[in-house]
């Protein structure tokens, strides 16, 4: 018999016995986890890009370029409120009337410019990071990072504009309104950029799930 299922028969017969190795156990356990959740990460890939090669004609390369492009276009409509509100914080404080302000104003201020300045550096980390792995063949891991940058800079952005409205309501209106006013949109923004999506998404996998015959429109 080979090592390695010499290796596996003691570890099963260890879970079997009341006092087998416990830790030894939970460590075989998350690996075989991982490795289940990467067998259906490629599995769902696959399927993916045979739907793509169907319905579009697209290679898996033409679609993850297809894809950073996407999101790029994405991120410039992001970037454009980010670059007006930065540009309104940094002027904001060589104003006059800024050294009126109370303190918690000014505490409200540094967050929403750290918050701006974050925002900012995610949404713009798509382009540096596809420029430092130019041609190393990276383009698939390049469009998961870029998502993923891309949706955290979205929430850094959406604290980063609420903060701001709470900052100029608590000026205008005082700070018991401009909390109430905040949080309200919060919520606002909240459903038709996370809620909404997030929702037609769960919708959409649920009406897949009862028409096993067709592939889902995957984008």
Known sequence: MPE??????????DEARPGGRAPDSVSTAIVRAAHADCHCQASASSEHDE??????????????DRAYGEILQ?????QTGVQILF???????????????????????VLTLMLCAAAAALLIAP???????????LKHHLVRIASRLALAGLVLLLLA???ALLLILDVVIGLGPALVLA???????ATWWFVLPVWSR???QAFAGHMPDEPDDRA
């Open 4 to 13: 390695s299922s010499q290796l596996l028969s003691a570890d099963s017969e």
């Open 51 to 64: 739907w793509n090669a169907g319905a579009r004609g697209e290679t898996p390369l033409q679609r993850v």
């Open 74 to 78: 994405e991120v410039r409509v992001a």
């Open 87 to 109: 540009a309104f914080l940094l002027t904001l404080a060589f104003s006059s009337r800024f050294a009126s302000v109370t303190q918690l104003q000014r505490d409200i201020y």
């Open 127 to 137: 382009a540096a990071f596809h420029r430092v792995v130019y041609r190393r063949r």
């Open 161 to 163: 504009l609420i903060s």
């Open 183 to 189: 949080g309200g949109a919060l919520s606002w923004f």
């Open 202 to 204: 769960v919708r959409h």
